[in-house]
């Protein structure tokens, strides 16, 4: 089968940093489906795996979670899903990628594909979808009260791929007051288009505009990027026992200013149910076929920003650049195979 992998980690402007290569084709067995990906979309995650995880020598590392495409096989534990069923779903981090013809993922992770969405449109959501709503509801839990506050979630980074599904998931699922921040025009409306009730730029002091919205200090932060940057603001602006979320790594991080608001901290990545196989694994794969259904009675809407054409390492390498660059607006996906 057909696949894009490197053996070395390498700046993203090295050719072979990604490359072409030719893979046999995995059998599923247990719970495994044998799906033949039809679309892909590249996050954040496929970047820093590149740069800092090289696989053993002479051994070839497929990077890629996110997918769209058809079962053509599964183990015999398969349980919920035939072969052509459509699906779509994010994969899991010890395992090859979906950067192939042919991936094996766990039956348990995925989700049944938005019928009113094509692949491309498909594959844009899964990863970014499992990270906000985790966030949202299992860690954040934005649905409780925060004492003396008026429901309200500030989203750092608004139109990236987690914050572009995150404003409106909180918008169709809560009554929260969503604000987001966006530094570009095109961004700023993008966010707004998307839902949020409110745009900062988070290129200036996050605490000071916040002061100045109608809706008081909120009870819930949640921060997808460059937290150390605004962890200051961050500190000021939440409310007293408000509550913060993050899904990036910062070099460090001092809870200790949390202490005299009684703030709590809440980390999220949505590979922990798949890598420590939890007891409530199969919950990824539920709130994917709740992401479906909402997609397709016009709820909430793919957050699909780029098409990059063909899977293959030419244009992976294009949008490991961009999302390197970070400049990219929604989720940059690849559809099909070609050279």
């Given at each position: 089968?057909?696949?894009?992998?490197?053996?070395?980690?390498?700046?993203?402007?090295?050719?072979?940093?990604?490359?072409?290569?030719?893979?046999?084709?995995?059998?599923?067995?247990?719970?495994?489906?044998?799906?033949?990906?039809?679309?892909?979309?590249?996050?954040?995650?496929?970047?820093?795996?590149?740069?800092?995880?090289?696989?053993?020598?002479?051994h070839w590392r497929v990077l890629g979670w996110d997918a769209a495409g058809i079962v053509t096989a599964k183990g015999s534990e398969v349980r919920d899903f035939a072969v052509g069923d459509e699906?779509?779903?994010?994969?899991?981090?010890?395992?090859?990628?979906?950067?192939?013809?042919?991936?094996?993922?766990?039956?348990?992770?995925?989700?049944?594909?938005?019928?009113?969405?094509?692949?491309?449109?498909?594959?844009?959501?899964?990863?970014?979808?499992?990270?906000?709503?985790?966030?949202?509801?299992?860690?954040?839990?934005?649905?409780?009260?925060?004492?003396?506050?008026?429901?309200?979630?500030?989203?750092?980074?608004?139109?990236?791929?987690?914050?572009?599904?995150?404003?409106?998931?909180?918008?169709?699922?809560?009554?929260?007051?969503?604000?987001?921040?966006?530094?570009?025009?095109?961004?700023?409306?993008?966010?707004?288009?998307?839902?949020?009730?409110?745009?900062?730029?988070?290129?200036?002091?996050?605490?000071?505009?916040?002061?100045?919205?109608?809706?008081?200090?909120?009870?819930?932060?949640?921060?997808?990027?460059?937290?150390?940057?605004?962890?200051?603001?961050?500190?000021?602006?939440?409310?007293?026992?408000?509550?913060?979320?993050?899904?990036?790594?910062?070099?460090?991080?001092?809870?200790?200013?949390?202490?005299?608001?009684?703030?709590?901290?809440?980390?999220?990545?949505?590979?922990?149910?798949?890598?420590?196989?939890?007891?409530?694994?199969?919950?990824?794969?539920?709130?994917?076929?709740?992401?479906?259904?909402?997609?397709?009675?016009?709820?909430?809407?793919?957050?699909?920003?780029?098409?990059?054409?063909?899977?293959?390492?030419?244009?992976?390498?294009?949008?490991?650049?961009?999302?390197?660059?970070?400049?990219?607006?929604?989720?940059?996906?690849?559809?099909?195979?070609?050279?």
């Amino acid at each position: 089968m057909r696949a894009v992998g490197y053996q070395s980690s390498m700046p993203i402007d090295a050719p072979n940093a990604l490359e072409n290569i030719e893979l046999p084709t995995p059998t599923p067995t247990g719970r495994d489906l044998l799906v033949e990906i039809r679309a892909i979309s590249v996050n954040p995650v496929d970047t820093k795996v590149r740069r800092n995880a090289a696989p053993e020598s002479g051994h070839w590392r497929v990077l890629g979670w996110d997918a769209a495409g058809i079962v053509t096989a599964k183990g015999s534990e398969v349980r919920d899903f035939a072969v052509g069923d459509e699906v779509f779903y994010a994969g899991s981090l010890p395992r090859p990628g979906t950067n192939a013809e042919f991936h094996l993922v766990d039956e348990r992770i995925v989700g049944r594909k938005p019928a009113s969405l094509d692949w491309a449109q498909a594959a844009a959501l899964p990863l970014t979808a499992i990270t906000a709503w985790e966030m949202l509801f299992d860690r954040l839990d934005i649905r409780r009260t925060v004492p003396g506050t008026t429901p309200s979630l500030l989203i750092i980074g608004g139109a990236g791929g987690v914050g572009s599904i995150a404003i409106q998931l909180a918008r169709v699922l809560t009554d929260v007051t969503v604000i987001a921040t966006a530094s570009r025009p095109e961004t700023q409306e993008w966010v707004r288009s998307l839902g949020a009730h409110h745009v900062l730029d988070h290129r200036s002091p996050l605490a000071a505009q916040v002061a100045s919205l109608p809706t008081g200090a909120p009870g819930f932060v949640f921060s997808t990027t460059q937290t150390d940057q605004h962890f200051a603001d961050i500190v000021e602006l939440l409310a007293p026992q408000g509550h913060f979320g993050l899904i990036d790594d910062p070099q460090t991080l001092d809870a200790m200013p949390f202490k005299r608001k009684s703030l709590s901290l809440h980390w999220e990545s949505m590979f922990t149910r798949s890598v420590f196989s939890t007891a409530d694994m199969a919950e990824q794969g539920k709130l994917l076929n709740e992401v479906s259904a909402l997609v397709d009675s016009g709820r909430i809407r793919t957050t699909l920003g780029e098409n990059f054409g063909p899977i293959n390492a030419s244009n992976l390498r294009r949008a490991h650049a961009l999302i390197e660059s970070g400049q990219a607006k929604g989720k940059i996906v690849l559809s099909g195979f070609g050279v």
